[in-house]
């Protein structure tokens, strides 16, 4: 059993590095490639917690490198992993801090670290479109905000999964002025705003969306029109129904402000043993 998990976490770990060795330094795209950066303003820093994400985190990497406005800072946040996490980020030459859980002790970590002027904060399941940061970067420059959110699509996913985030998406942008929110999957702001800030809630298992919620508060907040993919592992493996009617409880505390209410709902976020 040893042996086959050890053998198992190499090919993840092989597949990983070959596609982030497979990928040009940070830098444009030669006029060959086809693409070019726009005349951007705002440096970017990426910061990424993770914990035993060997199967997720390269492909996040490989989704950076290859975007058409690369990142001036890649950081990733191990809170303690016993699998090639680590390996694997360092391959990809992102700078790798050592941290703790919950996660809101390594997105602060990393964020009160970065030193670009907007901060984006990645989950390592998340996938990018190729034009994602230059995009959404265009669009926050163009609007003036000081916290941004993308819109949030299932990667690889059914119709009905599909349509339940259309609903939660359209959701978010009618209440996007009076009950700002957002997740985890990514959150970008700008720096000087986070550090003045006392970052994430580690008491809270909803710290992403307090966070949105607290520092939108006599700020610029908005949703902008790019779009990331995140994982819908949970419906798959908890039921499509319990997911949707467990995240409109939860819609109900956030909507009441009483986010420590949601520490006692069941709702675990990923597998993170060796």
Known sequence: MILHIAGRSTTVYRKAISLCLALPPNGKESADGGDTDR????????????LNEERHLGQLLSDIQRQSRRPDEVIVVDAGSCDATVRIAKHSLATVLHGEPPV?????LGGYSAKGDVIFFLDADTRLPKTFLEDFV?????????IACPRYLPYDSTPTIRA????WDAMLRVF?????SGA????????????ESRGFDPSLKFDDIELVRR???GRRFGYVGA????????????GVLRTFLLHLLMALAFALGRFEWANHIAYEFGDHNC
């Open 215 to 217: 520092l939108s508060k």
């Open 39 to 50: 005349e951007l303003k705002e440096c970017v820093s990426v910061v990424i917690p993770a």
């Open 164 to 167: 339940i985030h259309a609903f």
């Open 184 to 195: 985890g999957h990514c959150i970008a702001l700008r720096n000087k705003v986070f550090r």
């Open 138 to 146: 265009c669009e926050v420059e163009r609007r003036g905000l000081d």
């Open 227 to 238: 779009s990331v993919f995140v994982s819908d592992r949970r419906y798959r493996e908890e």
């Open 104 to 108: 809101a002790r390594g997105r602060n």
């Open 176 to 180: 996007e002025g009076t009950l700002p």
